[in-house]
């Protein structure tokens, strides 16, 4: 067979080099031995027959913007570098969905969707530099999420190439389907290692008339939290930001947040729930700001990882709680930061009880961030959440992954595995 | 071992020919050896671990209102029959989430959630008949899924008995988390072909505040699905009615809804889109009516079923197609009704192009309705669609899903099946 199965690939220094790591700033020893640059499914089913038939392992690649190392690639391995393909194969508003392919940026198709009046509604962070074909791999979610669901909420069907190179088409395009086994379900999340996505049809929405923006500063997050239970309705956004994080965005924007109190909650609802949010929030917050420009207010929010760069290397957790535990987890986190005396600023998808804690590295003690980490995970398995809410496992969590799964669910994880790539080629080493 | 593993049980001739078929009519040969009663998850493990023991096969029922023969049970099986396990074991409103037992009557969910100001949002015709377990075991949708999503974006954990009596827990108790492949997902849906649903946590939505609901009628289906498609903002519900269907209504009520119009639309939505949505109706429609009571405006949909069971014994299809497809499926369904000379009634659940063609069976001429369904599942997949929208394939749709579904897709899916149910003894002969 010809060299990478006659697909577009590089060698060069440079490309190995950055396609060695992600955004997590992990990595494993070595680099790639060639970056694969598909231009389409045929190309994709070439690579995976090659790697087949060679046993190579092979890292699938959107735009690297994975936390949790689920795109790193060292010694031995070949990056099937999916960003070359992406293009928006077809939008229709008649049916509120788009085709596209893995290396759409997510932003981009957003504003595609604008066009029509429609949205894309998951909006991870790194919305304007990740691809969908990454939030599909790790069932992304974002601000949004609070009303529309992740990731697997948007997403009908996909194509894929499996381990061998055969093309499976899973789900439909309608909104409604369960013609069989939701296999769509499970490839979303997988982290590339059951097979590679190379088309997805995917769920538009409407874009909500009339939103209405609040923005109240709490004497702590306990207090926020208690406010946000009271919400009337279902909030489009609630974002939460703590002591650390405030003092972070007010260092990097020269605002004043922090001495208004230690947490910050921003919440987007209709006008028909506005006035009961309000009501809600009003008794207990020491100051309130109203606007119907949303972005105004979440630019706090919007800055907040930039502003916490500005003290060193983030190492960027994601928990989630059942909601009813936030401000607990809140409180533990800060207790954690004191203990091993390190900065950890807080924000939190507050409605759905995700957490990011962004632990700041410090270089000379790097035990202290993993311990630090190590207690953020076993704080979210003893509230009774999750080790992750929407960044997935990667490397960085595979340990953590055996603690919160019981055995035998474990056990068919690895069946699973099994059964979709029996070699072992697809991203070996992430998820499980 | 003990006979059927200690588990209660019965094997009088009334329980055992009650259980051997459901709400689709339809039946296999014989009827069941036993029905076991189990009182709690303990019992389903033992009931299991004794089928696997003597390979006896094991037919998961909650309420039998299956629509596709998924709960008939035959010679040789054993029913395990869930129902009694009704226990709503916990509801919180502050974290919006309740745990539930199989055999919870879904309605009763919805209304136990009501009394902290929570719904539980899938509403299936069934609801006040069929079960959370029932409900999960075919993703079940229902009239509120054009805003909420079906079964599956309901579920946010589970616990399961495989088929060799281990329990194993999926999910998680938080509103996000994708920690390891998507087993709850895969749950959701295979109608008890790979394990036995002991317990679920559910999400819980808020009540929405303020909603009207509309009544239009319009000259023809294409009408109304032109209007509808105009509608802005996300609808919580949108369900049609064709000439067929309110002729059979106008005849169970005493109403006069056909003469309006050959098609009837009900929407209801926000009080900030139903102007919007008015202004959308209006031009089209030939009449139209307004109201702050839901439950008024929904009474000829809800009727419907009633109604034409007036006619004969119906077989409720169902289907779904993009969006844009509805009024094209719809009047390719009266030409099928026309052509078999057969009274075919739609109703639509038309914000998510699912419909329910439901035919008029005629005993004197058994092939008549038979082939008309066939008919409507080609043309589902002609245009773009699936066979089931959101009553799943039992026993009567397993030859159309060999036609959806790929043969690359099928493969895996028997491998699944055989992954989780390597014996093959949970309901045997439903879905694949």
Not at 157 to 168: K, P, W
Not at 221 to 231: I, M, N
Not at 346 to 370: C, E, F, K, M, Q
Not at 383 to 403: N, S
């Amino acid at each position: 067979m010809t060299e990478f199965g006659g697909v577009p690939f590089s060698t060069e220094d440079a490309v190995l080099d950055s396609r060695r790591t992600d955004r997590s700033g992990s990595a494993v020893e070595g680099r790639p031995e060639a970056v694969l640059l598909p231009r389409d499914a045929a190309d994709v089913a070439k690579a995976l027959r090659w790697a087949t038939s060679t046993g190579t392992p092979i890292v699938p690649r959107g735009a690297g913007t994975s936390l949790t190392g689920a795109s790193t690639a060292g010694t031995g391995t070949v990056v099937l570098d999916l960003s070359g393909m992406n293009r928006i194969v077809s939008l229709s508003a008649a049916d509120a969905t788009a085709v596209v392919e893995p290396g759409v940026i997510t932003a981009d198709l957003d504003r595609a969707a604008a066009t029509v009046g429609l949205r894309y509604a998951p909006d991870p962070a790194s919305h304007e530099i990740s691809t969908i074909g990454g939030n599909i791999a790790t069932n992304a979610g974002g601000l949004r999420c609070a009303k529309y669901g992740v990731t697997r909420d948007s997403v009908l069907g996909l194509s894929v190439i499996l381990a061998d190179g055969t093309r499976i088409e899973t789900g439909t395009g309608t909104f409604k389907g369960v013609a069989g086994y939701d296999l769509t379900g499970l490839f979303v999340g997988s982290e590339g290692t059951l097979g590679v996505v190379v088309s997805a049809t995917v769920r538009l929405r409407p874009i909500p008339a009339g939103l209405t923006t609040i923005a109240a500063s709490f004497a702590d997050a306990a207090a926020a939290c208690t406010a946000l239970a009271g919400v009337p309705g279902q909030p489009v956004i609630a974002e939460l930001l703590d002591a650390a994080a405030l003092r972070a965005v007010d260092a990097y924007l020269g605002t004043s947040l922090a001495a208004r109190g230690s947490a910050l909650l921003i919440v987007q609802a209709s006008t028909v729930d506005s006035p009961g949010v309000l009501s809600a929030l009003r008794p207990t917050a020491v100051s309130l700001e109203v606007s119907s420009d949303g972005d105004a207010l979440l630019h706090a929010r919007r800055s907040a990882l930039p502003a916490i760069e500005q003290l060193g290397r983030p190492l960027i957790e994601d928990i989630a709680v059942p909601r009813s535990r936030l401000p607990e987890a809140i409180t533990a986190i800060a207790d954690i930061a004191a203990r091993w005396q390190i900065p950890i600023c807080t924000l939190a998808h507050a409605a759905d009880g995700n957490l990011h804690p962004i632990i700041v590295d410090d270089p000379s003690r790097p035990a202290a961030a993993a311990s630090a980490a190590d207690e953020i995970f076993a704080l979210a398995l003893k509230l009774g959440g999750t080790i992750t809410g929407e960044h997935g496992v990667g490397t960085l969590k595979r340990e953590w992954l055996t603690r919160e799964l019981d055995p035998a669910n474990l056990t068919l994880q690895r069946g699973l595995k099994n059964l979709f790539d029996p070699q072992g080629i697809l991203n070996p080493g992430k998820v499980l």
